[in-house]
């Protein structure tokens, strides 16, 4: 579990700070960073929950990236694209997800 945090934190805190990039860019031109702090939290996680981690896990996460890459790809081609799908905003409005639909029509607040 502790690994699929560090995944999505590294990888979103990453493309964070290089607004407009995906998960895809934020792996193949900010890798180092990617990297960097992989290593920083896997490390920092190791020494407060006193366990340690296998060998390889930058390696492991980005192929996570790449494994659900493939898959919504698959997705995408196999059910005809997101249009009118969960991600659309007014969908979600009028389910009552109003927190929902504002994040995904307004994006982030910078």
């Known amino acids: 579990m502790l690994e699929k ?10 493309g964070a700070r290089h607004p407009g990039a995906t998960v895809g860019v934020v ?53 005809g694209g997101m249009d009118g799908s969960i991600l659309s905003p007014r969908r979600q409005w009028r389910k009552g997800n109003l927190i929902h639909a504002s994040f995904i029509q307004h994006g982030s607040k910078s």
């Not at 945090?5 to 990453?14: D, E, G, K, P, Q």
């Not at 193949?28 to 992989?38: F, G, M, Q, T």
């Not at 290593?39 to 492991?60: C, P, Q, V, Y």
Request: glycine share 2%; hydrophobic share 50%; aromatic share 6%.
């Open 5 to 14: 945090l560090i995944w999505i934190s590294a990888f979103m805190l990453v």
């Open 27 to 79: 792996e193949k031109e900010y890798r180092s960073e990617v990297s960097s702090l992989i290593a920083e939290l896997a490390s920092a996680a190791a020494a407060e929950k006193g366990i340690t981690f296998e060998e390889a896990m930058e390696d492991r996460l980005v192929l996570i990236h790449e494994l659900l890459h493939t898959s919504l790809l698959q997705l995408k081609s196999s059910n």
